[in-house]
């Protein structure tokens, strides 16, 4: 089972004119981004679109790509659900199916209490026969995991890391402290992403990787390698295109900017829409300035 770490591409979930995942594209995205040398990728993150398909849609994306990716690099699947059955039938599926590690954001439409959220992650933790990561995005979902929370979800035998999507730099440090070293911290937005990658995250999970994999594994390698004053240049490059990324929503400046640059890949998924008008363009005028003719 391979390790998640490094450059974890957050992908797009390619879509054809009839709705349908377009896996032949996929496949070809995938490609484009290992050999940029990517670290691993997720399936059905927050930029591939995750809620926006069935349990079916996702099982039958994960055999297809664990299939052509080979092993060259782990796959992560995001298996966050409304329901606990359904990200327990996920968590099985992923487990049995070529997933090296799984993904779970909590999504609600009431919101959980910390005892309902303790249950799900025990619950869904309990059916996964690979490493657990807690995904934080109080933004996108509504629940912020805090750190006193993430101490308890740590008691859990396969919880081994979280992405944080919180902007919250300080957690990187404390909950890796707070939970003894089991639980690590993932970057798990575009924006701040120099001093985490400076310091102990041992990953970065970047929907900008869709349009720039190679810039966003050159600053990761700067990072690792201790070059201050390079990584933080190639920081300030990539910071256009991740701030448009925070504003628009990453999952609308993925698929227009792949379809700016020559690689479309259709979608998002209604009801989310790509850019148009001035969001469009002033994506374009970003996209041409950081080199994209």
Avoid at 78 to 101: F, K, P, Q
Avoid at 122 to 128: C, G
Avoid at 265 to 293: D, N, Q, S
């Amino acid at each position: 089972m391979k390790k998640i770490e490094g450059v974890v591409l957050f992908s797009v979930t390619p879509i054809n004119s009839d709705g349908l995942i377009d896996h032949g594209r996929w496949k070809v995205h995938l490609d484009e981004a290992i050999a940029a040398g990517i670290g691993g990728v997720t399936l059905f993150g927050s930029t591939g679109a995750n809620g926006y398909f069935t349990a079916v849609e996702k099982m039958e994306a994960l055999e297809a790509v664990a299939k052509h990716v080979a092993g060259k690099i782990p796959i992560m699947m995001g298996i966050g659900a409304m329901t606990t059955a359904e990200s327990v039938r996920l968590a099985r599926h992923a487990s049995e199916n070529g997933a090296d590690a799984v993904l779970v954001v909590p999504l609600n439409y009431w919101r959980p209490t910390d005892r309902e959220i303790i249950r799900h992650y025990e619950t869904v933790a309990a059916a996964s026969a690979v490493p657990v990561w807690l995904y934080n995005n109080p933004g996108l979902a509504g629940i912020d995991l805090t750190p006193s929370m993430i101490v308890r979800l740590a008691c859990i035998p396969n919880v081994v890391g979280m992405k944080d999507s919180s902007g919250d730099l300080p957690r990187a440090l404390t909950i890796p402290v707070l939970t003894k070293g089991k639980v690590v911290v993932g970057i798990g937005q575009d924006t701040l992403i120099l001093e985490p990658a400076l310091g102990i995250a041992p990953a970065w999970f970047t929907g900008l990787a869709n349009i720039c994999p190679a810039e966003c594994v050159g600053f990761w390698s700067a990072a690792k390698a201790g070059d201050v004053a390079g990584a933080a240049e190639l920081a300030r490059e990539l910071f256009e295109l991740s701030e448009l990324g925070s504003r628009f929503g990453i999952i609308r400046v993925a698929h227009s900017g792949l379809e700016m640059i020559g690689k479309p890949v259709g979608g998002p998924r209604a009801p989310i829409l790509g850019l148009e008008g001035a969001e469009a363009e002033e994506l374009r005028a970003a996209l041409t300035r950081f080199g994209f003719a």
